[in-house]
């Protein structure tokens, strides 16, 4: 991916240089071969139709390969794989804090296998933060009161720059870190050391102590929709919107019950905002979606979830 | 033609015909109001030009150890907001733009003189509270205000900031209807909209965007201050409110704000290339239709300073295309200048050499514009010192040259002194020097990896060695500034009394004598010549004294 | 290049002591002052255009808790000055065809209606300000809105959704109103300058601009009503 971001940016290196140097070029010999000499008037040229025709679709033609390169890479980086391991970050005045899906955590520091896809889903506990890795060319502003995605896949073993690239106050240049890419096999090393519980064991735990299971049962039976195999699904809602269940509107049916009924059922849930922290919103989060997942990992593909009350 | 003469026999000019500070604080005079205006600007500029100085000086090592961090924050805020809000944005408009306007369309004054009066002293008064919010602490929200940090988690004095900018905002937007209706009523007879000087259609054009732009900024910063006063939660994620509707709001300004700062020196290029090379400007309609397609497409691109912010795909793939699409009048003008240069007749004083900076620095910036629409490649470099070296090489590689180019080319005009050409030239020559060694190294640093706003880099000391080029520059750059200072300030006094027409230039501007009288012209010009109309003047360019 | 003799400053002064120096005709001032209006006011519409899509972006998501907000609004109240401001655009060009035909008891008539009309409308706003203080709308700590959306006994009203609409309530109203008390003041000082028969025929620019402006706050208004009072007022 950053390969690629190269290539874009030579490309528009060698152009933009080529452009440059014709137009210092053009100004330098029109200037010197065409300084005042006596006896010589200036030759009047009103301007001509075919050359403004030309220099503007030429330049159009080019910006639109600029375009088109540009869009097909961000598409890339906006669409994370399916099967990606996802990591869940908090940023804060002025730390990043990471959670791995098997539980590990770790702040500003992110460790991650070569190889492997690598999906960051992060809100912020304050004011607006950017996630920035200038080794692999990815950035993405980490937003408060939502989720944002970032993805990555590392190819090289070594430590790497972690930035905040946005403004966040005093200590906005203190917020750095660094991302550990290891050997498969040192980073299983390193996982295995600890005896973390699963994020998405933590979520499970949660959901019964915060009193979710009562309500959304896994049969028909319950006051609120069966949420397993939800995730990454079509929703119905009442007022006839469809929208897609992904962490996004996990995260709002917990925070703001009332946003979203899905058709069919009661708008009795009560809210949690204020109850729970964005850890235990992003454990509450990866419980969900484990409950989609198929026993291979992957998650189901997108059909109309029919909820019956 | 009569010439006014005074009772001392000397003949009458606008700056002689009263003296008293009423006479200067009263006036109702463009030419006066000008000179007011050019006073506060430069004040601002070296108020803006000494927090960069300080920012520059920090960075010379990866340590903070010249301020503290929240100075420093507060440092880059300051200075961008000064610099944007007090110098660039009114620079050019209200000082030459308000002295050559009317003149140059054969009129005694503009619209609205008093409300000319008026928009001066509302930037006086939003410059007072930016001088109150400096002194009393400052601010460190950044000039973007972003919420929820400015609404919610700063202790710093962001509303009075915000309101001296709310302020100089109407002052904008006053100069601009001023102008707009000028240009649509004042026109004397045969000045027809063909024949207007580009001066005139950049600030035409200029206006239209400061008319329809800055209320929607205005209000903005309204929210911004109730919502810290009152503890709304308009833009704050914890009461309801959406962030991202903030930098909407804020960036629909701002992005064509970069087009108000940069149109005026536009049309400050095309009346000096065109004198300079004894020619017509190459392609008249199309540098007019360029002029009024950037600030009419210039509308549509403002979210592509949000490509990461969390906007949609989609969203941000359409601003991606339509940022490309406002690239191309702006290379359509640079095309132009330079075939203007093609078989004429050059000579190279300052405000020439100052065209020249221009075209070549403006090229790069606009270029490197086009990294930034590219959305794989902005993912990369935006927040980062990239950003920053672009946007300076349109402000300062471009609209600084041209406006210090176009003070130097109706310096005469306007004093009734000449400038001494040759520390002109090397004023210039040392502007364009240090200019490039202080942003060209950003580039790099951007693409390295440095982030904007950073005040301690010591994680990363293989970023110094570019800082310290930067720094550098910055020095040569501020002595290049200074000078033009000194020697304007030493030209009133013992400069080489000006001729009504220094340059042989076209342009009803320079058949009015240096200084102008007060009400212009005697008797009102019949105009029956085209713009530029460089066949029918016989002399060329003096040689320089 | 050959001009034209035109009048000098004093030969103007005696022509027309109305005319500005910097015009060569009358007839240039007006169409200058009448084209800055009208420009003026493009401004405004982009000044309240800010604050309107605000709105429109939070009513669109918030459509429940919004409507919910409406409903507290009084129809009644709100209706009425509609009324009194449509009444008052037509006080006022009643006030600027006086002018033109040179009525000057009608100018001044008018132009004290138009006044009253708009200091009725400020005392209504007032009265209805005074009753959102007192049951506790205003945002701040004391916000207190109880009940349930509009047609769904079962959702209760998200107070911070609530806050938002009072928010934009309290600032799209009270720049409105801030507006008109700019008007009336203008509209004292040019009834003033009526009463000493400054206006008629050959010149009434000031009235007809003045006018001008005044329309504008009145169709601000007639936007800020339905947007604001009536949603989902059929629930």
Redesign the interface.
Known sequence: MANNVDALYIFLLVVSGMMTVAIFTMVLVFAVRYRKRPGQRAEQIDGSHALEITWSLIPFCIFMVFFAWGAIIFFQERKPPQDSAEVYTVAKQWMWKFEHMEGQREINELHVPIGRDVKMIMTSQDVIHSFFIPAFRIKQDVLPGRYTVAWFHATKAGTYHLFCAEYCGTMHSGMVGSVVVMEPKDYEAWMGGGGNQPLAVTGEKLFTELGCVTCHRSDTQGRGPNLVSIFGKLVLLEDGRTVVADENYIRESIL?P?AK?VNGF???MPTFQGQISDEQLNALVAYVKSLSQAPSGQTGGRKMATATP | ?ATAVLQSGERETYLNKEYGIKSWLLTVDHKRIALLYLVSITFFFFIGGFFALLIRLELLTPAGDLVQADTYNKLFTMHGQVMVFFFLIPAVPAVLGNFLIPIMIG???????R?NLLSWYLYIIGGALMLYTILNGGVDTGWTFYTPLSTEFLNTHVVTAGLAIFVAGFSS?LTG?NF???T???RA?GMTWSRLPLFVWAHYATSIIQ??????L???L??VV?ERL?????FNPA????PL?FQH?FW?YSHPAVYIMILPGMGIISEIVCCFSRKRIFGYTAMALALLGIAVVGFLVWAHHMFVAGISLYAAMIFSLLSYFVAVPSAIKVFNWTSTMYKGSITYQTPMLYAFGFIGLFTMGGLTGLFLASLGIDVHVTDTYFVVAHFHYIMVGGMVMAYLGGMHFWWPKISGRMYPEGWGRLAALLVFVGFNLTFFPQFILGYMGMPRRYWDYSHSPEFQILNVLSTAGATVLAVGYVLPMIYFLWSMRYGKPAPDNPWNAAGLEW?VPSPPPT?NFE???????EAYNYDEIKEEVPVAQ | ??????AT?DQEAHQNPALL??F?TEE?QK??AS??MW??L???I??????F??YL?YRYW?F?DFGAGSQSLSVVLGGTNTAVLICSSLTVALAVRAAQLGQQKVIIICLILTMLLGLVFLGIKGVEYHDKFVEHHV???GFHFPGH?PG?P???I?Q??A??FF??YF?MTGLHALHMIIGVGLFAFITYNAMRRRYGPDYYTPVEVAGLYWHFVDIIWIYLFPLLYLIDRSK
């Not at chain 2, 008797?523 to 010549?529: L, M, S, Y």
């Open positions: 703001q009332g009924i009661k708008p009795i | 033609m009129a005694r004054d503009l619209a609205f003189p409300v937007i209807l707009v209706v000028t649509h009523r004042m007879p008319l329809l732009g800055t209320p929607v205005a209000i903005t309204l929210l109730c009152f503890h709304l939660g308009i009461l309801g409110g959406d509707l709001l629909f058949m009400f008797e009102q010009p019949v105009v029956t010549w | 290049m050959h001009n034209s003799p035109i400053a120096h910097h060569a240039q169409d200058a084209l800055g420009v003026f493009a401004t405004e982009m000044f309240f255009g800010g604050m899509c605000a972006v918030y429940g945002p701040g700590p959306v769904h079962d959702i209760p998200n911070r959704h806050q938002i928010s934009l600032i």
